[in-house]
């Protein structure tokens, strides 16, 4: 070691930080999913937070089309516009396959058998209907998943007839005789997507057309044009049909093909008269006439006129849930986080969703109609905040009504995740569900889709600052409070995201990629933190220096330690995870066995020198002012916090800090301690209450007797609702007769393959 000092001057950019409003009492509805327009034009019928909502176009106030509990989704109209078909789903009873009068609402259910029922699709004559029957997922369970694939069935009923095994999206063609569909999967799916068509007895099958980018082939009534999403942009091109299959892609040259959406554009769909296209982003409902794109065609203006980029406000309003009734918890050791406060017999007030006083029991004034709990010996600490966790939702397809990963993650005590990388539709879909009271889970926040530098179907292609905006503007159409810059390989890439994000007012969490020099330009480019750990340890002074000018935070997400074996090892090796009766009861078998059971047994030096060394010199970069975020990746939900808490507290940290690494940094990360973080008079009412004190035994903290979140109160054992609105929680279908412990059954062999983030 040769210590040495030397004279540098660094530009820094301001470290991008905004606030954000974590609960609001109403809330616009941003996730607009399956929309689809009448016949006639007249009416919008999509769903969102769970349900399906119908709209009288162009302004009228979206109202719900049935007032059934089961969630509903992928509606179709009728040729005639008199009926819908759409899919329902239930965590106990699976799901169905509707068909709706709208008029007088009369219902028929067209499946015989319970299963994952998935886009129904009219004939042209109105009188079949076309649909995909789902394998399962690891959301809804894989009971009644066999003969997965392609059917028809008449309106009127009877036995269904199956096309085909593979495929999604299927429409019959203008004529009914033949099937089409798409194979290739939807986002992140591989770089070979088909688009193909059978007879109606699965025979005779033909390829269209192949594409590497692109997706969401919407083929127009008339089967003339095709509409379809590359890199999330919408274009237009007259359908191929001819006998050889062709690459189809937005740049193409050999035929005409045009963009319609500036930003991007989901639930592509067509006008009865094939002359219009309509699709939505975000709460936004647009239409364009083919005739304003393609000025070959009859009635196109001399001048093609600009792309609409406002569309129709979709205005659906949702009340957010907030509980009855004042709960009241005494004689409990407060850690505050409100700086080093610790009140010793301690009482806290809730009232709804709002903490109304906290103080020595001495202090506090309880309410006369309080519930109180007497929490003698027990510690209450704000909610834990993960803002590095990867929920599950990198999915695509139906909802849950409840989801394992939010119940595992509340069961632990963590009441706000922050997902960095997940799938826009679904993450912002079930974060509106909860506000809306409409399915149990933790706060939830996300950057969506990532900004990919890569290769891949879900790219980022970033050359220019317009580029940066219009992906900006297409993540935060969804509610997105921050975008995940990822691994844009130029600086001045990177830089032009974090300048978008400037002007729209975006927080940018960039992947760390494990990329010292990367890194340390992201500190210097004012991104508002650096995610994952920086690949070497220790940290010496230079780097201290320089980082402590900014306010960037770190998420060290030590359970996938860059530089050395991940994190998670060390507590899989030195705890039976299978026995965690608790987490047990909150995630399927397979998930926890064949990584639980079946460990790796490492040398105890790689955890000294691996995430131990980073740990301590993540507890330097906190001494100086550096803040450090808790992010468990979703290596495991809920309990993985636990870990990734326990090892900020291997580094050297004092129990103290480490667990205002796993609440108030994060709060202030997120631009949200103004409202959560810290258990203050005023602030949402997150907190936990732990049967032991964290801050002698910083292991004790997985002892979570109660999670409330939003004022909602739950014994974490099981997750039932206690407190002034008691409830019963569902079965999970892992925990259901014939659903094997969760282990899917395909194709006869017993395997399984856990989704992992495009983090590591
Ligand atoms: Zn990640």
Redesign the pocket.
Known sequence: MIPFSAAANHRMQETLKFDTQVFLRKFDVKVIRHAVTSPDGKLLVFSAAGYLWKKELPNGKPVRVTNDRDFEFEPAFSPDGQSIAYVTWNDETQGTLQLLKLSGGQKQKLNTSPGIYRTPSFSADGKNIVYRKEAGNGHQGYINGKNAGIYTVAVSGGEAKKVCDEGEYPRFSAGGDRIFYQTGGNLFGPLSKSFKSVKLDGSDLKVLFTSKYGNQFSPSPDNQWIAFTELYKVYVTPMPMGGQATELSGGTKSVPVTQVARDAGINLHWSADSKELHWTLGDRYFTEKLQNRFSFLEGAPDSLPALDTVGLEIGLKLTSDVPRGTIAFKNARIITMKGDEVIESGTIVITGNVIKSVGKNSQVKIPADARIYDLKGKTIMPGIIDV?A?VGDFRYGLSPQKSWYYYANLAYGVTTSHD??SNSEMIFSHSEMIKAGNMVGQRLFSTGTILYGAEGDFKAVVNSLEDTKSALRRTAAYGAISVKSYNQPRRNQRQQVIEAARQLGILVVPEGGSFFYHNLSMVADGHTGV?HNIPIAPIYNDVIQFWKNTKTHNTP?LIVNYGSVNGENYWYQHTNVWEKERLMRFTPRAVIDGRSRHRTMIPEEEYVNGHILTSKSLKKMQDNGININLGA?GQLQGLGAHWELWMLAQGGMSNHQALKCATINGAVYLGMDKEIGSLEPGKLADMIVIDGNPLKDIRTSEKVMYTMVNGRMYEAEHMNEVGNNPSKRGKFYFEQEGSGNGWPMISGVQSYFVPG?I??
Do not use: M, V, W
């Open positions: 590095h990867h960095p990388s995610e997400t990746h983030c983090c590591r």
